[in-house]
Antibody, heavy 118, light 107 residues
Framework: EVQLVESGGGVVRPGGSLRLSCAAS????????MTWVRQAPGKGLEWVSG????????GYADSVEGRFTISRDNAKNSLHLQMNALRDDDTALYYC???????????WGQGTMVIVSS | DIQMTQSPSTLSASLGDRVTITCRAS??????LAWYQQKPGKAPHLLIH???ILESGVPSRFSGSGSGTEFTLTISSLQPDDFATYYC?????????FGQGTKVEIK
């Protein structure tokens, strides 16, 4: 079964840091790009960051550029998002997503909640 | 950056209605357009990729069309399971911009 399981969410104060992780299973991990998509409470979907199959190409939304760092470990079938200098508006459910030009954002995890609050 | 604009933001419709949602890209994206359905408390679900290719298991009442900058999602006959929020997205292998969403409500 193809599966993505996120972890690492929680409550953090403004200016703090969190590291999200995503464990992938059921598919050949290094055949696909991987992305993080977030959804603030009651709001729409926002692409946060993405990384191609070998880590050679990386992108960030303007809203997180310079604060977040995406990485992947193909040997461990895992994706990570290091989030620094967190702000109130980073509060959201963060989804790990398998992505490809072949078929879009095809597989989604259930998400991990990040709450930034003083 | 490419901006995606969906219309309408909310759509009230009855069972059996034909429903059309429009998505416009701020620049030409070819056919690199996907549609997702999201229900409350659930992760989004991919319906259509490359503008018109229906995902396996998605009912045939869903269809997508368009290329370049103008795209549509059509539900030919609205069913109870279709009341949800729909998002368009331009994408590549590791990035993508979403539209703001269209909530389909019961009339």
């Amino acid at each position: 079964e193809v599966q993505l399981v996120e972890s690492g969410g929680g409550v953090v104060r403004p200016g703090g840091s969190l590291r999200l992780s995503c464990a992938a299973s059921g598919f050949t991990f290094d055949d696909f790009g991987m992305t993080w998509v977030r959804q603030a409470p009651g709001k729409g979907l926002e692409w946060v960051s993405g990384i191609n199959w070998n880590g050679g190409s990386i992108g960030y939304a303007d809203s997180v550029e310079g604060r977040f760092t995406i990485s992947r470990d193909n040997a461990k079938n895992s994706l990570h998002l290091q989030m620094n200098a967190l702000r109130d508006d980073d509060t959201a459910l963060y989804y790990c997503v398998r992505s490809s030009a072949r078929d879009g954002f095809h597989v989604w995890g259930q998400g991990t909640m990040v709450i930034v609050s003083s | 950056d490419i901006q995606m604009t969906q219309s309408p933001s909310t759509l009230s419709a009855s069972l059996g209605d034909r429903v059309t949602i429009t998505c416009r890209a701020s620049q030409i994206i070819g056919s690199w357009l996907a549609w997702y359905q999201q229900k409350p408390g659930k992760a989004p679900h991919l319906l259509i990729h490359k503008a018109s290719i229906l995902e396996s298991g998605v009912p045939s009442r869903f269809s997508g069309s368009g290329s370049g900058t103008e795209f549509t999602l059509t539900i030919s006959s609205l069913q109870p399971d279709d009341f949800a929020t729909y998002y368009c997205q331009q994408y590549n292998s590791y990035s993508g911009t979403f539209g703001q969403g269209t909530k389909v409500e019961i009339k």
